[in-house]
């Protein structure tokens, strides 16, 4: 049918863009790793359109730099970056809490609804899993559980847009943060895991507590990186 070679081209774009996302988030690929379209079809044994996607995709998302005379490369986010990227997104965050204390977000009005108390309990569970990950020191699966908490705990404010960014500037963070974090010899006890606390502190409307958490959350993993940074 003529609609089964898009659905298979979006299907490998999707499975391409997850596969380079996870390298790249897992350290495995280092800043300043150059490669080309033609490379990456090599590699998975698929045409050039669905890497080029992919790609594009991926540079969006600002996992990857894209030139267009070079192709495209891991970023080399700087320590400067990374303070600049914790600024941004504590500005984004506390612009929510701000929004949820003057009661913009109809859905945070009574957490007890039980629509709303479905959505907490989902991102709670989320958190949770984070969580674990992080007491265990399971980096790569702390990064996809704490991803999915904030895209789906700033769905709940209800602005698709600041949505979106959170989650961009959340993404470069982790690139940035994570060929750090992979020197740890033992990271367990040393990432962040108060995800529950903070959905639980926002349930009772406590914006101020919130706020506070997140804070020290920031305070905690820039003071880290610099650690490592200084370290490295």
Known sequence: MPGNGAVTRSTLRQQIADALRDEVLAGRLQ????????????????????????????SAQGVLDADQHRGFRVPEYSLTDYRNMIEARSLVVDGMFHALADGRHPAFKDPREPRVAAALAAVRRRGEEAQRAATAGDLSVLIGYDLRFWRELSTLFGNPYLGDFLHRLRVQSWVCAVRHL?????PRGQLWSGHTELVDTLSRRDIEGARAIVAAYNAHSLALIERLSENG
């Open 31 to 58: 800043p300043g790793r150059e490669f080309t379209v033609k490379e990456i079809a090599d590699q998975y044994g698929v045409s050039a359109t669905p890497v080029r996607e992919a790609l594009v995709d991926l």
């Open 182 to 186: 992979r020197r740890l010899p033992d």
